[in-house]
């Protein structure tokens, strides 16, 4: 289901037949590098990750993350971006990332920017974080750019790693 488009992109919801590009996309180098190792290896890991994730948040909350694909090449799906209530955290937290052939090319800032419209205006949510990897200057510099500001260092999970904390008033 679409939820939003965006002047290049088309926004929708994830669904089990997205578990190859979301296999794809967990297991590029970025994400390995900034987000971690999920242990997503096969087909049925995204199957169950997208089931047990994006759908049950959907349900859930209502959002979620979403896939990002071209409205030029509507069938090619290039990232994700969207929100996630995390129970480690206390706000709902704005994510993204890209397959790297589509990074720095501006569609993670121009995704997040309608995420953060349908935060306000859809979900009335009224402050919005991100978290990040503190080697992460270009998830940095992003969340930055979309009017976030740095509050604190936090250890939101098991693995104990320390990420930056930013957040904004919606």
């Keep these: 289901m679409v939820v939003a488009e965006t002047k290049r992109l088309i926004l929708s919801e994830f669904a089990l037949n997205d578990a190859p590009f979301f296999l794809e996309l967990v297991n590029s180098p970025n994400w390995i590098k900034y987000i971690g190792d ?30 990002l694909q071209l409205k030029e090449a509507y069938n090619n799906p290039i990232g994700t971006c969207g929100l996630i209530k995390r129970d480690e955290l206390e706000d709902v937290d704005l994510g993204f990332a890209l397959l790297p052939a589509y990074e720095g090319q501006g569609f993670g800032y121009e995704s997040s920017l309608e995420i ?22 270009n998830s940095i510099r ?17 693995d104990d790693q320390e990420l930056l904390l930013f957040a904004k008033k919606l």
């Design 38 to 67: 999920r242990h997503t290896k096969t087909i049925k890991d995204a199957e169950n990750r997208i089931k047990e994730g994006h759908l049950k948040s959907y349900k859930t909350y209502g959002f979620g993350f979403y896939k």
């Design 116 to 137: 953060l419209k349908l935060a306000k205006e859809k979900f009335n949510l009224k402050r919005i974080t991100a978290i990040t990897n503190p080697e992460n200057k």
């Design 142 to 158: 992003l969340i930055e750019k979309l009017g976030l500001t740095y509050e604190k260092k936090v250890k939101p999970f098991e």
